[in-house]
């Protein structure tokens, strides 16, 4: 090689980096170290509120921060769904430049761990500083019904000191839950659909008691979308939660929300570690449960469809699945709904 194309390779790698052929080797989990070192900048304690869609994630989230000591906002994503926030730094020139030896920030170690968790932080407490002066533990919430138990595991690489709280509901109302969205905002609609939506707007008596299905055997058992997919996402976030997380895991019913709110978050922030709880706040849970805003918006969306289901009722499946329904989620997820005790066995 000439001195001139040595000279000229040179100044391509100072100016645009050393070209990388291999893959990148695993992102590092984040350290004690590291830990003690992000929280001289970021010292506020973290939770993450994870659980299927259509399982009351977003009422839990606007329950937990009517606490003042107490702030959430959703759809983070950090770990939920893809590309997460590892593929900030998930490629091999990135692994390249953190891990330079010529780059002594890093003291010989990758710094992505420290990057992906100064991030997170970061848009964590800045919101949280704009939600007031008395907010010190803050939380996002994401459904987990695409990554389902990965988004746990991936969690703890970045925040293995955080808080996991796993909201669930009867899989049977999220199924029914999640297919009126899809109906009213005409997204994600399959080979049939159309034909079932032309017959609800016609007629929604001929869907309730029974009658009619709202799914196509299809759409129920799809593994991405159906029951499936709820039964899968319980199953693995239950037990990844528990085997990582220990007792920073904190698993609550959306029905028990409903029933008790006051009770239920009380218990939830003294597990974040609240000072106290004044029972002023029940006042205030109980008028933030009977707002239903996704009520609201499905009704400008599709007025047509909307009023047809009463949002966040439960046992709203017993109205729409007819009795080759529940077989079908018998046979898939009927283990989760005793596991959970929404039934006693599968005798229903």
């Not at 769904?81 to 003291?107: C, D, Q």
């Not at 919101?127 to 988004?151: F, L, M, N, Q, Y």
Request: charged share 30%; aromatic share 10%; net charge positive.
């Amino acid at each position: 090689m000439s001195l001139k194309q040595r000279v000229r390779d040179a100044w391509n790698v100072l100016i645009h980096g050393a070209k990388v052929a291999r893959k990148r080797k695993s992102i590092p989990p984040v350290s004690a170290e590291d830990i003690a070192d992000v929280k001289v900048f970021f010292p506020m304690d973290k939770f993450f509120i994870l659980g299927h869609s259509r399982s009351g994630n977003t009422l839990l989230m606007r329950l937990v921060r009517q606490h003042p000591e107490v702030h959430a906002n959703y759809q983070g994503t950090f770990f939920a769904r893809p590309p997460g926030l590892a593929s900030l730094v998930n490629r091999p020139e990135i692994e390249e430049w953190f891990t330079r030896g010529t780059n002594r920030w890093n003291r010989g170690r990758d710094l992505s761990p420290r990057v992906l968790r100064a991030i997170a932080d970061f848009i964590m407490e800045s919101d949280a500083h704009h939600a007031g002066p008395t907010k010190h533990i803050v939380g996002d919430k994401s459904p987990t019904t695409v990554t389902h138990g990965k988004a746990v595991r991936d969690m703890f690489q970045v925040y293995p000191d955080a808080r996991m709280v796993y909201i669930v509901r009867d899989g049977r109302d999220v199924m029914v839950s999640d297919r009126f969205r899809n109906f009213v905002e005409e997204k994600f609609l399959r080979k049939g659909d159309d034909k079932i939506i032309a017959a609800l707007r016609a007629d929604p008596k001929l869907f309730t008691g029974g009658g009619s299905s709202i799914f196509t055997e299809s759409w129920l058992r799809n593994k991405n979308q159906g029951a499936p997919s709820w039964a899968d996402n319980l199953k693995e976030s239950a037990a990844e939660g528990k085997r990582l997380y220990g007792d920073r895991y904190f698993p609550i019913r959306y029905e028990d929300i409903l029933a008790n709110p006051f009770e239920e978050l009380k218990k939830l922030w003294l597990f974040l570690g609240v000072k106290d709880v004044d029972p002023a706040l029940e006042k205030k849970l109980r008028d933030e449960v009977a707002d239903n805003p996704d009520e609201k918006w499905q009704a400008q969306r599709n007025d047509s469809l909307a009023p047809i289901l009463a949002k966040g009722h439960p046992g709203n499946w017993k109205t729409f699945f007819t009795q080759r329904d529940r077989e079908i989620f018998k046979e898939i997820a009927g283990e989760q709904l005793v596991e959970w005790g929404y039934e006693k066995d599968l005798n229903w």
